[in-house]
């Protein structure tokens, strides 16, 4: 009974420092946006709150918390008071499997990918409720906008990463990176398509620039979440770079290796003398080294969406259709062919062929599309 | 029995489509102030639309009547309130074409310098706005950078960073201050540069090529039909740059090309701006190497009494050919003014440009229009 009371305190210990932690730290991923988009431009980001503006993201918490809350007279209230917490629960509840180091995770189960995959798919049904329930045009194209587009890239999302399961034969999130830690080999580096393709298909599932359209501010307002206001729009703000943190932590977990230290090959260990805090350090080292590879996945982020133009969204279902999902397949069939020379061959000779030949691939599936494309354009196009 | 069968079909006709009218703007992130289009959507392609202007209707031709030639010059800083001396330029160009007034060198360089400034300024203003609303917000910071720079050069010269109030009718206002100079010339030597930077975040950029080209294509012969000017029609291949076709002030004394596209695309018009903004570098450079010492005022009477008469005068303002119209009766006052806005008249393409396209592309063709509203609407 008491392992049972133990077992409990401990998991909503863990559930309540997750949490605290991500809420936090997604606030402050809205801080480093600011401040990483002020440094591009040439300007200093927020500066009056606190030293840096540090406290800017309270601050801001605070004022949204205070707004006045509107709800449009024939909005539908149900709907419109749902979708912002259906929108961010599932950002929260994808937090149970990521694996922060090989001792801290909230749980670990075997099908830990699948669930991933399966609860982050209904933050969509948040965002397409919202543009439905604020009975106004623009949430409305804004809502419709992304479903089609989530749909898209879901397909393209879910079999950019089968590349890596095959290599780690489980969907545990906790064996996926043993997996890459016990051998050293990262994931990136056995499947390099695979991780732009899954960083291509993670830009548009979390509607970041330049797949943004379902809230395109200069062509929509706000999109999907032009009628709310105060705490509910604070929820979508909050969904949206929770989302991201989640998609950078699977990325980091799939790809990146997860919390090895890219230094791991340097054998270097903290000297016995400093007991305790040896374990400490020990303990640490993993969450740091996940938390630095997130934080630079982020940075890559924000480094794309203040560079980039925006799609249109007839050039986005292209994308999605006619150009990623092929280019998953042919990584996917790669995988399959690399899985079956992988440890047979020395690695000198495996890394370089395999890359040259994804190299290849991606130039041949390139002309094919281009081919394709023009092959339809010149059947769609009566004769001149 | 076919009634209700007729009926019935139209209840279990479940996912039944219509057309859905959106109203785009006055108040809108990116229709460039108040301009408000009615859309009519099939999805997302622009079945039909209607432009509506008039939200910041101000009477300006009204009031120039009631107000003597000098008092005016004020009026038409707030036309295009994003090239105010362009303005001023055109207004007083035609009053001193009634007067026949002849304007001293010296005044004629700086005036050229200042519309030159500000034709780059325009188009800093055009480029940031235009990237913005297709999604690249870093240019327009850049570009409002530069733009600063051009603004602090025209408050050492007139006080003011928007609406300067400086030509006057015979000449401008000030001479030019101690450092103008130097700071011009600075920053001429570093804007190049600047260039090179925006068209290095756009110009071969793959999402930008995609949202602009072959976006609110237009021809040559439909643009003079539509009445284009400016660098709108000399994206459809056009030669027509008033500075060439029928030099005004000393414009006959320098070494400029004037660019053109080929197909009137948005991105043609945009490849269109870019080159200007080098050539007016060129032309900037040019003037004030030549700047002659002397007067800055002709001789001109206190109070400004023209002939009675009528004249157009029209000069290449940055977004087209903004002309003014003036009867004078022979008073104080003007009879008439009438303003050819290139702002409104390039609105008319409009329609043409975005049928058939998608959302998205309304503001890239809105964009690419470069419509100022304090000019469309007067």
């Given at each position: 009974?008491t392992?049972?009371?133990r077992?409990?305190?401990?998991?909503?210990?863990k559930i309540?420092v997750?949490?605290?932690?991500?809420?936090?730290?997604?606030?402050y991923?809205?801080?480093l946006?600011?401040?990483?988009?002020?440094?591009?431009?040439?300007?200093?980001?927020?500066?009056?709150?606190?030293?840096h503006?540090i406290?800017q993201?309270?601050?801001?918490?605070?004022?949204?918390f205070?707004?006045?809350?509107?709800?449009?007279a024939?909005?539908d209230?149900?709907v419109f008071?749902?979708a912002?917490?259906?929108?961010l629960?599932p950002?929260?509840?994808?937090l149970?499997?990521?694996?922060?180091?090989?001792?801290f995770?909230i749980?670990?189960i075997?099908?830990g990918l699948?669930?991933i995959f399966?609860?982050?798919?209904?933050g969509?049904?948040?965002?397409v409720?919202?543009?439905?329930?604020s009975?106004?045009?623009?949430?409305?194209?804004?809502g419709?906008?992304?479903?089609?587009?989530m749909?898209?890239?879901?397909?393209?999302?879910?079999?950019?990463?089968?590349?890596v399961?095959i290599?780690a034969?489980?969907?545990?999130?906790?064996n996926i990176?043993?997996?890459?830690?016990d051998?050293?080999?990262w994931?990136?580096l056995?499947?390099?398509?695979g991780?732009?393709?899954?960083f291509?298909c993670g830009?548009?599932?979390?509607?970041?620039l330049?797949?943004?359209?379902p809230?395109?501010?200069?062509?929509l307002?706000?999109g999907?979440?032009?009628?709310?206001?105060g705490?509910?729009f604070?929820?979508?703000?909050?969904?949206?770079?929770m989302?991201?943190?989640?998609v950078?932590?699977?990325?980091?977990?799939l790809?990146?290796?997860?919390?090895?230290?890219?230094f791991s090959?340097?054998?270097?260990?903290?000297?016995?003398g400093?007991?305790?805090?040896?374990?400490?350090?020990?303990?640490?080292?993993?969450v740091f080294?996940?938390?630095?590879k997130?934080?630079?996945?982020?940075f890559?982020?924000i480094?794309?969406?203040w560079?980039?133009?925006?799609?249109?969204?007839?050039?986005?279902?292209?994308?999605?259709?006619?150009?990623?999902i092929p280019?998953?397949?042919?990584?996917?069939?790669?995988?399959g062919v690399?899985?079956?020379?992988y440890?047979?061959?020395?690695?000198?000779?495996?890394?370089?062929?395999?890359?040259?030949?994804?190299?290849i691939?991606v130039?041949?599936?390139?002309?094919?599309?281009?081919?394709?494309?023009s092959?339809c354009?010149a059947?769609g196009?009566?004769q001149? | 029995?076919?009634?209700?069968?007729?009926g019935?079909?139209?209840?279990?006709?479940?996912?039944?489509?219509?057309?859905?009218?959106?109203?785009?703007?006055p108040?809108?992130p990116?229709?460039?102030?108040v301009?408000?289009?009615?859309?009519?959507?099939d999805?997302?392609?622009?079945?039909d639309?209607?432009v509506?202007v008039?939200y910041?209707?101000?009477?300006?031709?009204?009031?120039?009547?009631?107000k003597?030639?000098?008092?005016?010059?004020?009026?038409?800083?707030?036309?295009?309130?994003?090239?105010s001396m362009?303005?001023?330029?055109a207004?007083?160009?035609a009053?001193?074409?009634?007067?026949?007034?002849?304007?001293?060198d010296r005044a004629?360089y700086?005036?050229?310098i200042?519309?030159?400034?500000?034709?780059i300024a325009?188009h800093?203003?055009w480029?940031g706005?235009?990237?913005m609303?297709?999604?690249?917000?870093?240019?327009?910071?850049y570009?409002?950078?530069e733009?600063?720079?051009i603004?602090?050069?025209?408050?050492?010269l007139?006080?003011?960073r928007?609406?300067?109030n400086?030509?006057?009718?015979?000449?401008?206002?000030q001479d030019?201050?101690?450092?103008?100079k130097?700071r011009?010339?600075r920053?001429?030597?570093?804007?190049?540069?600047h260039?090179?930077?925006?068209?290095?975040?756009?110009?071969?950029?793959r999402?930008w090529l995609?949202r602009?080209?072959?976006v609110?294509?237009?021809?040559?012969?439909?643009?003079?039909?539509?009445g284009?000017?400016?660098?709108?029609l000399?994206?459809s291949?056009v030669?027509?740059d008033?500075r060439k076709?029928?030099?005004?002030?000393?414009y006959?004394?320098?070494?400029?090309?004037v660019?053109?596209?080929t197909?009137?695309?948005?991105?043609?018009?945009?490849l269109?701006r870019m080159?200007e903004?080098?050539q007016?570098?060129?032309?900037v450079?040019?003037?004030l190497?030549?700047?002659?010492?002397?007067?800055?005022?002709?001789?001109v009477?206190r109070?400004?009494?023209?002939?009675?008469?009528?004249v157009?005068?029209?000069?290449e303002?940055?977004?087209?050919e903004?002309g003014f119209?003036?009867?004078?009766d022979g008073g104080?006052?003007?009879?008439?003014?009438?303003i050819?806005?290139?702002?409104?008249?390039?609105?008319?393409?409009?329609?043409?440009?975005?049928?058939g396209h998608?959302?998205?592309?309304v503001?890239?063709?809105?964009?690419?229009?470069?419509?100022?509203l304090g000019?469309?609407?007067?």
């Open positions: 009974m392992d049972l009371i077992d409990i305190v401990i998991a909503i210990i309540a997750v949490m605290g932690v991500c809420a936090l730290g997604v606030a991923t809205a801080y946006e600011r401040k990483v988009c002020g440094w591009i431009q040439s300007r200093v980001g927020p500066m009056r709150v606190g030293y503006g406290l993201p309270i601050a801001d918490g605070l004022k949204l205070l707004k006045e809350d509107i709800i449009p024939s909005a209230k149900i008071y749902l912002p917490v259906i929108c629960v950002a929260f509840t994808v149970a499997v990521i694996p922060w180091s090989p001792q995770y749980t670990d075997n099908i699948l669930y399966a609860v982050a798919s209904l969509i049904f948040g965002i409720m919202a543009g439905w329930s009975n106004s045009k623009y949430p409305l194209l804004g419709l906008r992304s479903a089609a587009q749909v898209s890239y879901e397909v393209s999302l879910g079999l950019s990463i089968i590349g399961i290599f034969e489980s969907l545990s999130m906790v990176i043993k997996m890459q830690t051998s050293g080999v994931f990136i056995l499947q390099p398509l991780f732009i393709l899954y291509i830009l548009a599932e979390t509607n970041r330049p797949f943004d359209l809230e395109a501010e200069t062509e307002v706000a999907f979440h032009t009628e709310y206001s705490m509910k604070a929820f979508f703000y909050l969904a949206e770079y989302n991201m943190i989640v950078s932590a699977i990325g980091v977990t790809f990146l290796g997860g919390w090895g230290s890219p090959f340097l054998k270097i260990e903290f000297p016995e400093l007991g305790i805090i040896k374990t400490v350090l020990d303990a640490l080292m993993p080294w996940f938390c630095l997130i934080v630079f996945m982020l890559v982020f480094w794309i969406r560079t980039f133009p925006r799609y249109r969204y007839d050039q986005l279902m292209r994308i999605g259709w006619k150009v990623l280019f998953t397949l042919v990584n996917l069939v790669f995988a690399m899985f079956f020379f440890e047979k061959l020395k690695w000198y000779v495996f890394f370089p062929a395999t890359w040259l030949i994804t190299a691939l130039v041949l599936c390139f002309r094919f599309i281009k081919s394709f494309d092959y354009m059947e196009r009566p001149e | 029995m076919e009634k209700m069968s007729e019935k079909t139209e209840d279990t006709n479940f996912f039944r489509t219509e057309e859905v009218v959106i109203n785009m703007g108040q809108h990116s229709t460039h102030g301009l408000r289009i009615l859309l009519k959507l999805g997302e392609t622009v079945t639309c209607e509506v008039g910041l209707h101000r009477g300006v031709e009204k009031l120039c009547e009631n003597t030639y000098s008092q005016n010059i004020v009026y038409t800083d707030r036309l295009d309130y994003v090239a362009t303005n001023n330029l207004y007083v160009g009053v001193e074409k009634l007067m026949g007034v002849d304007v001293p004629q700086i005036r050229i200042c519309s030159e400034l500000q034709r325009s800093l203003l480029l706005t235009h990237a609303d297709i999604g690249a917000l870093t240019v327009f910071l570009c409002f950078r733009r600063e720079d603004l602090d050069i025209f408050e050492m007139s006080g003011a928007l609406t300067y400086y030509m006057r009718i015979g000449g401008v206002a030019i201050p101690d450092g103008f130097e011009t010339r920053f001429l030597d570093s804007f190049p540069g260039i090179d930077e925006y068209e290095t975040l756009l110009t071969k950029n999402i995609d602009t080209v072959n609110g294509t237009i021809s040559a012969k439909d643009a003079i039909d539509l284009l000017s400016g660098p709108s000399r994206g291949g030669r027509w008033i076709a029928e030099p005004y002030c000393i006959d004394r320098f070494d400029f090309q660019p053109i596209g197909k009137g695309d948005t991105y043609d018009r945009y269109v080159e903004l080098r007016c570098v060129k032309i450079k040019q003037a190497d030549q700047l002659p010492d002397g007067e800055i005022m002709a001789k009477p109070v400004i009494k023209p002939p009675a008469g009528e157009y005068h029209s000069i303002a940055p977004k087209g903004l119209y003036i009867v004078s104080e006052k003007p009879y008439r003014v009438k050819r806005p290139p702002s409104f008249v390039n609105l008319e393409s409009f329609k043409k440009m975005i049928m998608l959302v998205a592309d503001i890239a063709v809105i964009g690419t229009l470069d419509v100022v000019e469309v609407d007067r």
